[in-house]
Structures are given as C-alpha cells and as structure tokens.
C-alpha cells in the first residue's frame, strides 16, 4: 500500500521509520529540513545553549569555592556556527536513517487534492495519508508584534542582546529567560498570570529563589504594545529590552482544512489509533494539539503508522513526564487519572537527594527539591516535582512505574549503578516511612 507522510517533525519522521520497518511503501515529504521544530528551531537548540549555560554556571561554582581560576570568553556568533553544523550532521543522519528503510522523502510545499497529493508540480497516489505537520509559535495581535522575536530568531541573533523582554509565563518563557540571563541579558519575564502553572507552588519558588534568582518576573501583567528595543505594559511600565514571544504554538492545519474535522483550536481532531473523520486520514503531533513534546509526537507517528500497516494500536497520554531545561533540570508527572481524596493521599517533600552532578551543589545547599504525593493506600506514586542534576532521568523511570501500576514495594528487586539512581532510591524509600 502507498503511505504519505507529510512533515518530517518527531511524528512524521517515526512514523516513517516504523512504516519502512514493517516493510511498507513510504513517501515522506518535508517542506523546509527534516526532522522538524524540535531540532532545527525548538527543543535541540534550547538543550544545546543551556549546555553552554550549565557550564558557566559549574565554572562560577567552582572559581567561588577557589579550587579553579578561569575567565569565560563567549562567541555567541561561534555558538550559532557550531549549532548549526552540529543540526546539519543529524539532518544528515534522519535522512539516511530513512533512506535505509526504502523511504522515498521529497523536498516540497506539499497540498492534498483528493486521493493524491501535489508537491514539486507533481501527484503522488496514497492508499493512507499521515499528516504531521507540526506547529509554530503563537503570536498575539498587539500592535507592534511584527517586533518581536520566537524561538525560530534564535540562531538569527548576531550576539546576545543586552536587555530581553519575555512576553509569556510557560516552560518555553523560563528556559529562554536562564539562558540569556546565563550568558549576560538582563531579562524581564511577563506573563498575564502566574508563571510555571505545570508545577507545584513550592516547587516554583525554589526554581525563582534559586535557578532564575537574576531574572526579573513579572506576573499579571499584561502587554499593551511592543517595540523594537521596549515593551510597554498595560499598566503603564515602559521596559527596555527587545521583546520576544514564548506565548505558546499553533498548529499548522491549513493543509487540511476542508479535509478532516478540526477542533476549536485548529488542531486536527483525531481518535486515540490517531484517524482522523476521513478513512484512511492519520494526523499526529503538534498538529493534533494536546501535549507539545517530542517523546509525545514520537509516540502518536509510531502509532499512526502501525494502525496504517494495519497493526490495531492506540495511544495512551497517561503519566507523562515533562521537564524545565534550565541550570538545574526541573522535571515531573502527574497522574491525571488518579481521583484521589484528601484522606488517600500524602504529600512529602524534602531537600536535594543527591544524585549525578550534586556533589558540589551540597557546599552551597542548591542541591534541589523535592516534592511527592502518593496513593497511601495502594503505595503508587501518584505526582512529582523533582529538581535535581539527574531529574530527567529520575522522573522519566518513575513515570514508567506510575504508567504500569507497580507497587513500589517491587523496587527492591532493583539494583543500581551508584550513583545514577540513588535520587530514584532516596524518593521511593522515603514515601515508605
């Protein structure tokens, strides 16, 4: 059966992949560089420059404690050259990582057109259609927003600004805030509400205190009209610095409008085997809206294809772990499924828990935090706020075990490699006192 996918994003690029390995005939087309916004504009370019940052930070770290004497030079211009040869090399590895496979992948704007799809003035049949064709950033309509920057102007920056204004309160505000601070912005956040929603009030204020302790925040505060070089709020503070959205994405549909059903928000409607109304129509990642991240995206490409290979398999949102990239990883989870009552549930929370990368962090006590609730009676872990060097691999292994319904007691079969999981020990064995 012919297969096109369209958009080489995180979904589009493994449901090529999966397409190819369960020996299906496969078109993949791309309308600018393979593997989409996650390496060529989003999350790979964040992970690359707080790298950097997290290296500044360990060099102040260790000059303060007097064992290290070393002076930073920075070339935000070499940063970008190298960033950009580093995405040329993995553009060059997804595309023969699906070469390999027999995929067919077109360069192209691609429109759908009945059962063909037209790219490069020509039709290409399908027999089933995945469309992943990601999301860009939401700009809102103020006066003067054609003045601010997204996350697609980071690698167009000639150095780093001197003063930053972050218009919008999410993790994508935050991780672009420690950055620019890192490397010697001064940084103003606005949000029109209250910042970092997705954790936990407790959680927050350590990350402001001890992680974004440079940055100016401000919350509630609304944004009236921006300038090239200012932003002017709408209770009348006028803040220099060159304005930039973090204020969330949109999905790009317009291929399909007219074709599948959308929801409100104009991302495509899909079930949980990811088919759209239409037979045959599959939709996945950014464009279905819900969760915009990558493992996410992975995980609804991989199940498109097998469901268009004719593999029955359905998507499941339970208990995904998700992750602030800053100096310090903030990561967590939450089981949203849970119903638990005040009386079946216990919250603990404590200092940093060692780990990875915490042994220096303990002279100066900015070893993380921390927080826990379980199910008391069924002994499952049912959220964490984590902060800690190794957080990311912390959360994501306890996510699985929350995902599978073990009882923690079944951790003793466990043995670890000292000391990549002592964070995963200390928290489990502390929710059984």
């Not at 980071?154 to 218009?167: A, T």
């Amino acid at each position: 059966m012919k297969n096109i996918v369209i958009g080489s994003g995180p979904a589009g690029r493994l449901g090529s992949v999966e397409l190819g390995k369960l020996g299906e005939e496969v078109t993949l087309i791309e309308k600018n560089h393979i593997a989409g916004t996650c390496l060529n504009e989003g999350c790979m370019v964040i992970c690359a420059l707080t790298d950097i940052t997290k290296f500044i930070d360990e060099n102040n770290r260790f000059n303060s404690y007097g064992f290290l004497k070393s002076q930073i030079d920075l070339s935000y211009e070499k940063i970008v050259e190298k960033i950009v040869e580093t995405q040329e090399k993995l553009r060059y590895l997804n595309q023969l990582e699906n070469e390999s496979l027999g995929n067919n992948i077109i360069y192209g704007e691609a429109s759908i057109e009945g059962d063909c799809v037209k790219v490069n003035n020509e039709s290409f049949e399908w027999d089933n259609l995945l469309i992943s064709t990601g999301a860009r950033p939401f700009i809102p309509d103020i006066p003067g927003k054609e003045y601010g920057l997204t996350n697609k102007d980071i690698l167009k920056l000639d150095d780093v600004p001197e003063k930053l204004n972050i218009i919008g309160g999410g993790v994508i505000a935050c991780e672009i805030a420690n950055i620019y601070s890192t490397l010697g912005s001064e940084v103003n956040i606005i949000a029109r509400s209250e910042i970092l929603k997705e954790i936990s009030v407790a959680t927050k204020e350590y990350v402001l205190k001890n992680i974004l302790k440079g940055i100016n925040v401000l919350e509630n505060t609304g944004v009236k009209e921006v300038f090239k070089d200012k932003v002017l709020t709408t209770d009348g503070m006028e803040l220099e610095g060159i304005p930039f959205f973090a204020t969330g994405r949109t999905p790009n549909s317009e291929i399909a409008e007219g074709i599948v059903e959308l929801n409100d928000d104009k991302s495509i409607k899909v079930d949980e085997m990811m088919r759209t109304n239409v037979d045959h129509i599959y939709a996945a990642g950014d464009v279905t809206g819900g969760y915009q991240l990558t493992p996410v995206a992975r995980m609804e490409g991989i199940t498109a294809a097998r469901n268009m290979a004719g593999y029955s398999n359905k998507v499941s949102y339970d208990c995904i772990p998700q992750t602030l990239s800053l100096n310090m990883e903030v990561s967590f989870v939450e089981n949203k499924k849970s119903n638990l009552s005040d009386d079946d549930k216990k919250v603990i929370s404590f200092p940093g828990t060692g780990g990875p990368g915490a042994f220096w962090n303990i002279l100066t006590g900015d070893n993380g935090y921390t927080e826990i609730e379980f199910d008391k009676n069924k002994n499952r872990i049912n959220r964490i706020n984590h902060i800690s060097p190794s957080s990311v691999s912390d959360v994501a292994y306890l996510s699985y075990l929350m995902r599978m319904g073990y009882d923690l007691d079944d951790y003793d079969e466990f043995i670890e490699i000292h000391p990549s999981t002592d964070t995963n020990y200390k928290i489990i064995k502390t929710m059984w006192l």
